[in-house]
């Protein structure tokens, strides 16, 4: 198992598969995407032998991500790959769900197990505003159809945006007490690009946990390879509902996962000051050994927390960048 200097494991990687992305959320590509010219994201077989390689560092969950991982034509062909390597037990994938019901099945075929479909109002002129596409209705029945082919871990993201959707708190209460779901809060974050949008529109995520616990919830106890969200559930409810709060004081102590962009950038912290260039080693199958060293390497070098709270984003423009 790879562990850092301060004994925390990471069972988990995020694999970004392209920057590009399709929806132009407000907190996020409100231009929508820029395509540059020095555009060149990881092949299929670069993919594959990253992904083969920190499987055999112990990594036992990979999520791909973006931007928005299905506008590659080859997602399958890359999830077949990934999902059939040995020790791989969870291949997740986090979408917008635009295409979710047209291809729900084509993802469970090709081993996705889990899902995080990003859901950020249950009103679908307000969902439209936020990302500029009128397809909640389509996306909800496309999670429908996830369950029906096999997919069902699946978790519906929302970030709580003040002055925005947090006046659908009694719809999203709602949701969670009549699905059975994971429905998870996410803390609005800043990046390089969204300082003046987060000032405007940040729900601190400390308010979200008082909330839900003025409403009857009580924290579950947390499980050793958990993520970073606070699950918090309640006797009448079938769903459950998480708390991603970056900016609490001990986000960091329980993180568990690494991160590689799209052009295979190693980040050891979603906020870190520069990442670490693999893709010298993915060219070739016989590098193995060395990639697997480096990337031992570099996790040494990795440190106790963010630095969020004193403003410090990074090298992250925005979420898309590096898959969130």
């Known amino acids: 198992m790879l562990t850092d200097a301060f004994g925390r494991a990471f069972p988990y990687l995020r694999l970004s598969i392209t920057e590009a992305c399709n929806f132009r959320c407000t907190y996020c590509l409100p231009d929508g995407y820029k395509k540059t010219s020095s555009e060149s994201f990881l092949s299929p077989q670069e993919i594959i032998r990253l992904a083969s ?17 299905t506008v590659r034509s080859d997602l399958a062909t890359i999830a077949s790959a990934i999902s059939g390597l040995p020790r791989i037990t969870t291949l997740a994938m986090t979408t917008n769900g635009y295409n979710l019901k047209q291809k729900a099945r084509i993802f469970a075929d090709a081993g996705i197990n889990a899902l995080n479909v990003s859901i950020d109002s249950l ?20 999670i429908e159809d996830a ?99 970056p900016y609490s004081r001990d986000f960091c102590t329980t993180c568990n996962r690494l991160r590689v962009t799209a052009k295979g950038q190693l ?19 016989h590098q193995q050994g060395e990639l697997k060293a480096r990337i031992g390497d570099l996790l040494r070098s990795k440190v106790a927390t963010h630095r969020l709270q004193d403003g410090m984003t990074g090298l992250t423009p925005h979420l898309a960048s590096i898959g969130g």
């Open 53 to 69: 390689a920190f499987s055999d560092l112990g990594v036992s969950k990979i999520r791909l991500t973006g931007g928005e991982p």
């Open 123 to 142: 009103n679908a002129d307000r969902f439209a505003q936020i990302t500029g596409h009128d397809k909640l209705h389509a996306i909800l029945e496309g």
């Open 147 to 245: 369950r029906r082919y096999g997919i069902t871990n699946i978790k519906i993201n929302c970030v709580l945006l003040k002055g925005i959707n947090d006046d659908e708190w009694p719809d999203f209460l709602s949701f969670a007490r009549s699905q059975a779901v994971s429905l998870r809060f996410i803390e609005l974050m800043r990046t390089g690009e969204n300082a003046e949008y987060f000032a405007r529109h940040h729900y601190k995520g400390e308010e979200v946990e008082q909330r839900l616990q003025g409403e009857g919830f009580w924290l579950k106890p947390r499980g050793d390879s958990d993520g970073p969200a606070k699950v918090y559930i309640h006797p009448d409810y079938r769903g459950s509902i998480g708390v991603i709060a």
């Open 267 to 285: 980040r050891l912290c979603l906020f870190g000051e520069f990442g670490h260039d693999l893709r010298p080693l993915l060219q070739h199958h």
